[in-house]
């Protein structure tokens, strides 16, 4: 009968404890997320109001807020590929591809008024210039032409019809207004990477900078503004 009774015991224990798993997980993936940085949008405005200059931002751990997908297509005369980059086959043409995934630590190589460079990877940069909101929701797309018997190919540069409101430019002269610093391209879309000339692609030009907010007032704590000494009586 003991034998019987500790056998009951254990058991309950054992029920108790695959019951209660599913809660320790969910507790222990919470305190996994809260560990990590808090991420606010970098602004042109929050950089005035830290009084943060190009050396203070070159200091900063820099995100970034959205994947970015940039594309060229590869020809006879510019079939040179980087290593760390994908090569793809779309709709009958080899397609070069380059990936920032969402949240992508990177650093300020360079800053111009209002226009930071940032690199995500050694030997190479993204320029974000500061500006407004500016998309607008995309009307709806009209319906396909139906083909019986043939499939639609794949668009090899998705978005490039996505209308823009504003398109901060890779100059960033910082006269225009404030906001979020934009992944900034030129007209039809190009970004410049590594000395080609690649188009932005589905929502990368929706990627602005994150920055980890606890960083940012360890920064602004640790400058310190020297008061002078002044001569005795003076």
């Avoid at 019951?19 to 996994?32: E, G, I, V, Y």
């Avoid at 934009?182 to 990627?207: C, H, M, N, T």
């Amino acid at each position: 009968m003991p034998f019987s009774v500790h056998t009951t015991h254990a058991a309950a224990r054992w029920r108790l404890s695959a019951a209660s798993a599913p809660l320790f997980l969910a507790l222990l993936s919470l305190l996994l997320l809260g560990c990590g940085p808090r991420l606010v949008p970098f602004t042109h405005e929050l950089r005035v109001q830290r009084d943060l200059s190009d050396s203070d931002v070159k200091n900063l751990q820099f995100y970034v807020s959205h994947p970015i997908a940039l594309r060229r297509e590869l020809t006879a005369e510019s079939s040179q590929v980087t290593s760390s980059h994908k090569l793809l086959l779309v709709s009958g043409k080899v397609i070069e591809e380059v990936v920032v995934e969402e949240r992508t630590p990177g650093v300020v190589v360079a800053a111009r008024g209002g226009a930071l460079s940032v690199s995500f990877e050694p030997g190479a940069s993204l320029t974000f210039s500061a500006g407004p909101e500016r998309f607008e929701p995309a009307p709806p797309a009209p319906p396909a032409p139906s083909f019986p018997g043939f499939a639609t190919p794949p668009d090899p540069f998705p978005g490039d019809a996505e209308p823009l409101l504003a398109s901060p430019s890779a100059a960033g002269d910082g006269s225009g207004p404030g906001g979020n610093y934009w992944l900034a391209a030129g007209p039809g879309r190009e970004i410049r990477y590594q000395g080609k000339v690649f188009s932005a692609i589905e929502d990368s030009l929706r990627a602005h900078l994150l920055i980890d907010a606890d960083a940012l007032e360890e920064v602004v704590e640790r400058r310190t503004v020297l008061p002078g000494v002044r001569l005795p009586g003076r």
